[in-house]
């Protein structure tokens, strides 16, 4: 498995106990494979992804990723293996407004210190690959909001992650735009190999996913994929 979460357990202070996040909680996501988190707000579909993430570190329970075990890792070994490992698209994309869709992409590997040229080419390659090949040199405000959710998607491959954790990517699309990004996550899924989990409130779109599971006070159940889409129904 690329991410494995392991009977996971998360709490919060409130007042003078504690809330439960997340709730002896186990996941598999194998490489290539889209799985769904689903669930109604408030339910712990964002603690799941940030304790994947490894943004936050579960009171219980491992986090593997790519066969590597977190639990006990420094907060810079942490960094390094989301840096290296783990490709985190957020909900409102956050580009730079001063930067270029390529420029977007191309700060993510030059933290690593790679050579300019390459970067250069590599983050050229993920915007065709996510139909902006036209859009390079535009910033941010000459971008539709869909254009600008997938420079976000395209950010978060830049280093080539082997999990791919994507939270609400359709909330502020409308409802063709926001069928157009979840094909595109599913198409790189199974292109780049990554183990992805997509965070969602719309089972709308989830025609193509590999897992659907609900997240319900913190507790996780399988919940069975809607029928995925005919020829005829995808020409509609």
Not at 26 to 47: F, R
Not at 48 to 61: Q, R, S
Not at 177 to 182: D, S, W, Y
Not at 186 to 208: E, S
């Amino acid at each position: 498995m690329s991410l494995n979460l392991t009977d996971v357990t998360l709490t919060y202070p409130d007042g003078r106990s504690r809330l439960t996040a997340l709730d002896d909680v186990s996941l598999d996501v194998p490489k290539g494979t889209l799985t769904a988190v689903v669930g109604p707000s408030g339910s712990g579909k964002s603690s799941l992804l940030a304790v994947a993430a490894t943004l936050i570190t579960p009171d219980a329970g491992t986090v593997t990723v790519e066969g590597t075990d977190t639990t006990g890792m420094s907060r810079g070994d942490l960094a390094r293996l989301r840096r290296h490992k783990i490709g985190i698209v957020f909900q409102q994309p956050n580009l730079l407004a001063s930067l270029t869709a390529v420029e977007q992409l191309q700060v993510m590997a030059q933290i690593d210190g790679r050579r300019p040229v390459r970067v250069r080419d590599r983050a050229r390659e993920l915007l065709d690959a996510v139909g902006l090949a036209g859009e390079a040199d535009r910033r941010p405000h000459q971008l539709s909001g869909g254009q600008r959710q997938r420079v976000n998607i395209a950010r978060a491959l830049m280093n080539d992650p082997t999990v791919l954790l994507i939270d609400e990517p359709t909330s502020a699309l409308d409802h063709e735009r926001g069928a157009a990004i979840i094909d595109l996550v599913t198409a790189l899924t199974h292109q780049k190999a990554t183990a992805t989990v997509l965070v969602t409130h719309d089972r709308t779109h989830l025609t193509a996913v590999d897992q659907i599971v609900e997240v319900q006070d913190g507790r996780l159940r399988p919940t069975t994929p809607a029928p995925r889409r005919t020829d005829a129904t995808s020409a509609a």
